[in-house]
């Protein structure tokens, strides 16, 4: 089982690395891949099961862009492959047509989905979020400068229970093609909800069932989960 972790010493904000972290506790025999930012991605010439990408600024988000765009095929084969793909936080927003950051900056993205973001420094959103992917209860936060624009119906991850989805008049939040997952929301994503956690462990195949410390997670979890669907708990 080989996982590769994009750009981790820069692609890390909002605890994000802590995805990893956890990952790696609860798949100890794993193969894990380093790649910096200055590096060739592995998986352009090499199998693997698992890609991750967490959250940087929105100067990085450029340069990730310009990093990746050169294996935007590769990245495409992976994706019709099955081979799971994680994003989390900003940079979601690679996977869209074109990224504007105002004042005509506006430069093109990998162009997975058919949609157009637009970056509004001023104005950023937090808020909490509770979601639902498949059967499960996804639970998270938000805190953007970004929206993306476009009918992405099909093709999303999560329907919106409470909080914003791709943009503050979506009910439908992130990104899902095969095995491709990419969401805004942060946390982060995966010690947060250790029943998603389990689904990518299954989807990798891991002999074990469970997840790093499994019954603290779940109660962390739940109690969360009780918080989230609570009409009087404030999501703003």
């Given at each position: 089982?080989?996982?590769?972790?994009?750009?981790?010493?820069?692609?890390?904000?909002?605890?994000?690395?802590?995805?990893?972290?956890?990952?790696?506790?609860?798949?100890?025999?794993?193969?894990?891949?380093?790649?910096?930012?200055?590096?060739?991605?592995?998986?352009?010439?090499?199998?693997?099961?698992?890609?991750?990408?967490?959250?940087?600024?929105e100067s990085i988000q450029k340069r990730v862009v310009e990093k990746l765009l050169p294996f935007k095929d590769r990245i495409k084969t992976l994706i019709d492959e099955g081979k799971i793909i994680l994003i989390t936080g900003n940079m979601t927003d690679?996977?869209?047509?074109?990224?504007?950051?105002?004042?005509?900056?506006?430069?093109?993205?990998?162009?997975?989905?058919?949609?157009?973001?637009?970056?509004?420094?001023?104005?950023?959103?937090?808020?909490?979020f509770l979601g639902?992917?498949?059967?499960?209860?996804?639970?998270?936060?938000?805190?953007?400068?970004?929206?993306?624009?476009?009918?992405?119906?099909?093709?999303?991850?999560?329907?919106?229970?409470?909080?914003?989805?791709?943009n503050r008049d979506s009910k439908l939040d992130g990104i899902r093609i095969n095995n491709l997952y990419a969401t805004h929301i942060i946390g982060p994503l995966l010690p947060l909800n250790p029943p998603f956690t389990k689904y990518i462990?299954?989807?990798?195949?891991?002999?074990?069932?469970?997840?790093a410390f499994e019954e603290a997670s779940y109660e962390a979890y739940n109690q969360r989960l009780k918080e989230y669907k609570d009409p009087n708990t404030q999501l703003n």
């Open positions: 089982m080989i996982i590769e972790i994009l750009y981790g010493e820069v692609c890390n904000l909002f605890g994000d690395s802590g995805n990893i972290s956890y990952l790696k506790a609860s798949l100890p025999d794993a193969t894990w891949i380093n790649t910096g930012l200055n590096d060739k991605p592995y998986f352009a010439d090499n199998e693997v099961d698992m890609v991750y990408l967490g959250s940087g600024t690679i996977l869209c047509k074109t990224i504007d950051y105002g004042d005509g900056n506006k430069i093109d993205a990998l162009g997975i989905v058919d949609l157009d973001a637009k970056v509004e420094f001023k104005n950023r959103h937090n808020s909490l639902k992917f498949m059967d499960m209860d996804i639970v998270g936060f938000n805190s953007r400068f970004s929206h993306a624009y476009g009918d992405i119906s099909g093709k999303e991850f999560m329907k919106v229970e409470r909080g914003i989805g791709i462990m299954g989807l990798l195949g891991a002999k074990s069932p469970e997840v």
